[in-house]
T-cell receptor, first 116, second 112 residues
Framework: NAGVTQTPKFQVLKTGQSMTLQCAQDMNHEYMSWYRQDPGMGLRLIHYSVGAGITDQGEVPNGYNVSRSTTEDFPLRLLSAAPSQTSVYFC??????WGLGANVLTFGAGSRLTVL | QQQVKQSPQSLIVQKGGISIINCAYENTAFDYFPWYQQFPGKGPALLIAIRPDVSEKKEGRFTISFNKSAKQFSLHIMDSQPGDSATYFCAASKGNFNKFYFGSGTKLNVKP
């Protein structure tokens, strides 16, 4: 069981370039999400998905695009990279813990992106 | 505007001491409050969580205290150990959804 796998771990882009951060999970979780982590800001939700074919925006969606064609994969696309998108990106999958009555997030190891 | 405010930003505690991290929220619709622990180079991992129908939850050395009227909750780490040195995030969500709002994080350093 690999859990949540993110690739690449590190990436350097030039302003205006596009790229895709990959995320895959093997736990058959229905929910998947992308967060960015910036110093002093905690983790902020970019986009999330409640199942294949269904996505929605989070707190900071501008400049990012997502799609969910399978349960396992949830790629994050940067359309035209900007220096403000320099960050560490975390993908998470989650399941409903009925005992807690909430979703429990399982995070990947992160992808560090630098935009020059 | 940050939905969950966390303090302090950093904390240094001697081994065996008590570490206390505080969080406050405004949205009374929040009904699930987890704490996540993150080690360098790793993703955050769920540590402990609470719902607002209880005032305290304890798991081993980790305790969440919850004050619904004050809209505050805190993490207490008893008998802090060097292995507890990590960044801690509080979070909040409402309903059974996938949208979590995180605090800004507290970097804890436990001195041997």
């Amino acid at each position: 069981n690999a859990g949540v796998t993110q690739t690449p771990k590190f990436q350097v882009l030039k302003t205006g370039q596009s790229m895709t951060l990959q995320c895959a999970q093997d736990m058959n979780h229905e929910y998947m999400s992308w967060y960015r982590q910036d110093p002093g800001m905690g983790l902020r939700l970019i986009h999330y998905s409640v199942g294949a074919g269904i996505t929605d925006q989070g707190e900071v969606p501008n400049g990012y695009n997502v799609s969910r064609s399978t349960t396992e994969d949830f790629p994050l696309r940067l359309l035209s990279a900007a220096p403000s998108q320099t960050s560490v990106y975390f993908c998470a999958s989650s399941y409903s813990n009925w005992g807690l009555g909430a979703n429990v997030l399982t995070f990947g190891a992160g992808s560090r992106l630098t935009v020059l | 505007q940050q939905q969950v405010k966390q303090s302090p930003q950093s904390l240094i505690v001697q081994k065996g001491g008590i570490s206390i991290i505080n969080c406050a929220y405004e949205n009374t619709a929040f009904d699930y409050f987890p704490w996540y622990q993150q080690f360098p180079g790793k993703g955050p991992a769920l540590l402990i969580a609470i719902r607002p129908d209880v005032s305290e939850k304890k798991e081993g050395r980790f305790t969440i205290s919850f004050n619904k009227s004050a809209k505050q909750f805190s993490l207490h780490i008893m008998d802090s150990q060097p292995g507890d040195s990590a960044t801690y995030f509080c979070a909040a969500s409402k309903g059974n959804f996938n949208k979590f709002y995180f605090g800004s994080g507290t970097k804890l350093n436990v001195k041997p």
